[in-house]
C-alpha cells in the first residue's frame, strides 16, 4: 500500500499541509491500493514562493547551465524507467506494451530541448532594435492523469530551456507515477526551488495556483470546460496561457483505402491509450458506398483486441483509469443507443468473462449522424463513430463540423489526395496514413482544443516575453518626446 503524504517545495520533500485523503484504487482490480494525502492552498503558497525566489537567479542561468539541468532530468527519468513503466501498468491500467515507452518519451523530451537550447536565438536585431526574449516568469502547469510523464516533461523542459522556474500541478489520480517522477526530477539536482510539484485537487490547488498574482505562465493540460474556466480567470491579471483540451479527432477514410488495413488502423488510432486519448480518432468518416465492407473489416480487426489484465503481454486494452470514467463512458454507450446509433461492436457493460475492474467493451457505433451526443462530445474512452459521407467536399465539412480541432487523421492510397484533405481540416496536427509522433512539430489546438502550441522550439518560445530594446548606434541625439510621433 502506498501512502503518498509529501509535497516537493525548495528542492526537498516535505508532509503536505493539506489533510484531505483520497483513497487510490487499481483499476484492474477495484482493490485499494494506497492513499494520497492531497495539497491544500497553503502548499500552493508555498510552492509559489519557492518558484519566486528562484526566479531571479535561474532567469539568468547561462545556456550551458540549463543545458545541463535538461541533461541531466533526462537520465534521470532513464534510470527509472522500469519503475515508472509499472507504476503506469498497475495505477493507470495501461497494458505492458503502451506503457513501456512514456518514460523513454519524457527522457526524450528533455534531451529534445537541451539540443534546441545549443543555439536557441534569445536575441535578434531588426534595424536598431533588439528583439530580447526573456523569460516569462513563474509558470504553472496543470496535466492531466492520462499521459502524465509526457505532459509534466513537454512542459517542464520548455519551460526551464525558456528560464523559468515551474510548479507542477499533477492530477490526483495519477499519485504514485507523479510520486516516482518527482523522484527522478530531484534527482537530477535542480537549483532549490526551480522545480515544485504540489498534488492536490484541481478546485484547491489547482485554483489557487492559477489566480495567485506572482504567476506569470499557465500551462494547462485537461479538458475544455476547465480550460475555459484557467483562461476565464488568467484574464484579470493577463496571465499568460498555454492550454491543450480535448478533441474528437475525426478519421477520414478515403474511397480508395484498403479497406482492412484502414479498419485495422482506424481502431488503433481510436483505441489508443484504452480510449482515453485527447487525440484519439473517434469519429471515422467512410464512403457511403464503402461502408457495409468497412464495418465487416472493422468487426474482423475488433476481434484481434484481448481486453484484460494490463500486467499480461498478451492484453492489448486494459481497464478504464477509475469509476468516474467508467460510469461516465457506459453512459455515453446507453445515449448512442437511445439517440439510435447502431452497435457494431461492443456495447455497454464489461467484456464478457470479466466481472470487476473499470473495463469497458471496445464499442463501435455505424449509422451515426454527426448531430448525435456520441459524434458531438469529448467520450474519452473506447466508443468509435462510423459517418458516413458521399464526397470529399462533405468528408471535409463533417471532418470540421465539431467545436474541437486537436487533431485528425487521413487514410488512403492518393497521398496528394490526402494532402489535399489534410489541408483543408481545421486541426493542430493531421497525420497521414499512420499515427505519427513528431516531436519538433508544434503540437496544439484549434478551436476548443485549445491555445498555444508545445514540442520543439514552440514550447520554449511558449515560456518567453519578447522585449524590443531601441538604439544600437551611440551617436543618436536623444530624441525629444515631441519628436515622437503619436502611434
Ligand atoms: P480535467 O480537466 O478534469 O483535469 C486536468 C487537470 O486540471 C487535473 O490536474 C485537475 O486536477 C486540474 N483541475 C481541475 N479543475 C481545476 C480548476 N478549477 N483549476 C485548476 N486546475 C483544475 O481533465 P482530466 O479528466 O484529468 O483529463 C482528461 C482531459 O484532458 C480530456 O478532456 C483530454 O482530452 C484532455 N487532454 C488533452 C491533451 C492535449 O494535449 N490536448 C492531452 C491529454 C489530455
Redesign the pocket.
Known amino acids: 500500500m502506498h501512502r503518498i503524504d509529501q509535497v516537493y517545495i525548495n528542492g526537498a520533500f516535505c508532509t503536505t499541509h493539506g489533510r484531505e485523503e483520497l483513497a487510490l484504487i487499481n483499476p484492474t482490480t477495484e482493490e485499494p491500493m494506497g492513499v494520497l494525502i492531497m495539497a491544500d492552498e497553503e502548499d500552493a503558497q508555498k510552492a509559489v514562493a519557492s518558484a519566486k525566489r528562484a526566479f531571479s537567479t535561474y532567469s539568468r542561468t547561462s545556456r550551458k547551465e540549463r543545458i545541463d539541468l535538461l541533461n541531466a532530468l533526462s537520465e534521470a527519468v532513464r534510470v527509472r524507467s522500469s519503475d515508472l513503466t509499472e507504476a503506469t501498468i498497475i495505477e493507470y491500467g495501461g497494458p505492458v506494451e503502451q506503457a513501456r515507452w512514456r518514460a523513454d518519451l519524457a527522457a526524450n523530451n528533455f534531451l529534445s530541448a537541451a539540443k534546441l537550447l545549443d543555439d536557441f536565438p534569445f536575441s535578434r536585431w531588426i534595424n536598431d532594435a533588439e528583439v530580447v526574449a526573456q523569460a516569462a516568469g513563474v509558470a504553472v502547469h496543470?496535466?492531466?492523469?492520462?499521459?502524465l510523464y509526457n505532459?509534466i516533461s513537454v512542459k517542464m523542459a520548455g519551460a526551464l530551456a525558456a528560464g523559468c522556474p515551474v510548479i507542477i500541478?499533477?492530477?490526483?489520480?495519477s499519485a504514485w507515477q507523479n510520486q516516482l517522477f518527482t523522484e527522478c526530477l530531484h534527482a537530477a539536482g535542480a537549483p532549490a526551488g526551480v522545480i515544485n510539484v504540489v498534488a492536490g485537487?484541481?478546485?484547491v490547488v489547482?485554483?489557487a495556483?492559477?489566480t495567485h498574482p506572482d504567476v506569470r505562465k499557465i500551462s494547462?493540460?485537461?479538458?475544455?470546460?476547465?480550460?475555459k474556466?484557467?483562461m476565464r480567470a488568467a484574464a484579470d491579471r493577463m496571465t499568460r496561457v498555454t492550454l491543450?483540451?480535448?478533441?474528437k479527432a475525426p478519421t477520414v477514410i478515403m474511397e480508395d483505402a484498403d479497406l482492412e488495413e484502414a479498419a485495422a488502423a482506424a481502431l488503433s488510432i481510436g483505441f489508443t491509450n484504452n480510449g482515453q486519448?485527447?487525440i484519439a480518432g473517434t469519429r471515422i468518416l467512410v464512403h457511403k458506398s464503402k461502408v457495409r465492407d468497412f464495418c465487416d473489416s472493422i468487426k474482423l480487426s475488433a476481434s484481434k483486441i484481448v481486453p484484460g489484465d494490463p500486467q499480461k503481454p498478451q492484453t492489448t486494452m486494459g481497464p478504464l483509469v477509475n469509476r468516474k470514467q467508467f460510469d461516465r463512458v457506459q453512459g455515453y454507450i446507453r445515449r448512442g443507443v437511445q439517440e439510435g446509433a447502431r452497435i457494431r461492436i461492443g456495447g455497454e457493460g464489461r467484456p464478457e468473462g470479466m466481472h470487476r475492474g473499470f473495463f469497458t467493451k471496445p464499442t463501435v457505433f455505424a449509422d451515426v449522424a454527426n448531430t448525435m451526443t456520441i459524434a458531438r462530445e469529448?467520450i474519452?474512452g473506447p466508443v468509435l463513430c462510423v459517418i458516413t459521407y458521399e464526397n470529399d467536399a462533405e468528408a471535409i465539412e463533417i471532418a470540421n463540423d465539431t467545436p474541437f480541432g486537436?487533431h485528425a487523421y487521413v487514410i488512403g492510397k492518393n497521398l496528394d489526395r490526402a494532402r489535399d484533405i489534410a489541408a483543408h481540416i481545421d486541426a493542430g496536427r493531421v497525420a497521414i496514413n499512420a499515427m505519427i509522433h513528431e516531436p519538433l512539430a508544434p503540437?496544439g489546438?484549434m478551436k476548443e482544443?485549445?491555445i498555444g502550441r508545445e514540442y520543439g522550439t514552440y514550447g520554449i518560445e511558449d515560456h518567453l516575453e519578447l522585449k524590443a530594446i531601441m538604439g544600437r548606434k551611440c551617436d543618436h541625439r536623444p530624441v525629444r518626446a515631441s519628436e515622437i510621433k503619436a502611434g
Do not use: H, M, Q
Open positions: 496543470i496535466v492531466p492523469w492520462n499521459s505532459s500541478k499533477p492530477s490526483e489520480y485537487r484541481g478546485d489547482g485554483a495556483l492559477t494547462f493540460t485537461g479538458s475544455t470546460p476547465v480550460g474556466s484557467i491543450e483540451l480535448g478533441g486519448a485527447c469529448e474519452f486537436l503540437f489546438g482544443s485549445g
